[in-house]
């Protein structure tokens, strides 16, 4: 687990690059604002975005899957944190996996300044394949930390987000209702179902 700074004089800080990475329902958002609402706690300076198309719980709010909040800013894209993350210590980004891949110079860049920059987001896609912008953040990271759902399945620890709904496309916003938690093997079953049903279906 990072552990985190003393506060410094903007003169004197250095700039970190932290990564919360994870399957849904694995935590990452709880940890990232468990994380902010510690540097407030120390009187930091923070800021919190998140992509503009997540407005799953709230359009203006972190939220965790244990409805633990947090303000948020929402945006368009990685370049517009860069203009409005002025005057602050530390910077949360969550759902990074949304973000276009600029939000890797954006992340050096903040870091570069003395910021803190803390980031969440999902590792995998529903296909287990890594997700947007998520391998390079955590290759730059001074920090990872892989957080673990519980599989819905076997009770193992979970890495993979797996899909319940048929859509091929990578974006699918949802919850329980659209996506489980599995772990490796029992995400390979899975896999190995559904390739089997639509093998039927074609013949």
Not at 21 to 28: H, L, N, Q, R, V
Not at 94 to 114: K, N, P, T
Not at 152 to 177: D, I, M, P, Y
Not at 179 to 192: G, I, W
Request: aromatic share 6%.
């Amino acid at each position: 687990m990072f552990s985190e700074r003393d506060r410094q004089s903007p003169m004197q800080r250095s700039g970190a690059i932290e990564v919360v990475c994870g399957s849904m329902f694995s935590g990452k958002t709880e940890e990232l604002i468990r994380r902010m609402k510690r540097a407030q706690f120390a009187k930091q300076r923070v800021e919190i975005f998140k992509p503009a198309i997540d407005v799953r719980y709230s359009e203006t709010e972190v939220v965790s899957h244990n409805r633990n909040t947090i303000p948020s800013t929402p945006v368009d894209s990685s370049s517009s944190i860069l203009l409005l993350a002025t005057d602050v210590d530390v910077v949360g980004i969550d759902e990074a996996q949304f973000f276009d891949m600029g939000i890797v110079d954006v992340c050096r860049e903040l870091s570069r300044r003395g910021i803190r920059v803390i980031v969440a987001g999902l590792d995998m896609d529903f296909k287990g394949t890594p997700f947007g912008p998520m391998p390079s953040l955590m290759a730059i990271a001074d920090d990872v930390f892989k957080a673990h759902a519980i599989c819905v399945r076997c009770g193992n620890l979970a890495n993979f987000s797996h899909r319940l709904v048929r859509s091929s496309k990578q974006v699918l916003l949802g919850e329980t209702e659209n996506y489980e938690p599995l772990c490796r093997e029992c995400y390979n079953k899975a896999m190995e179902e559904l390739h089997n049903e639509q093998t039927d279906h074609a013949e």
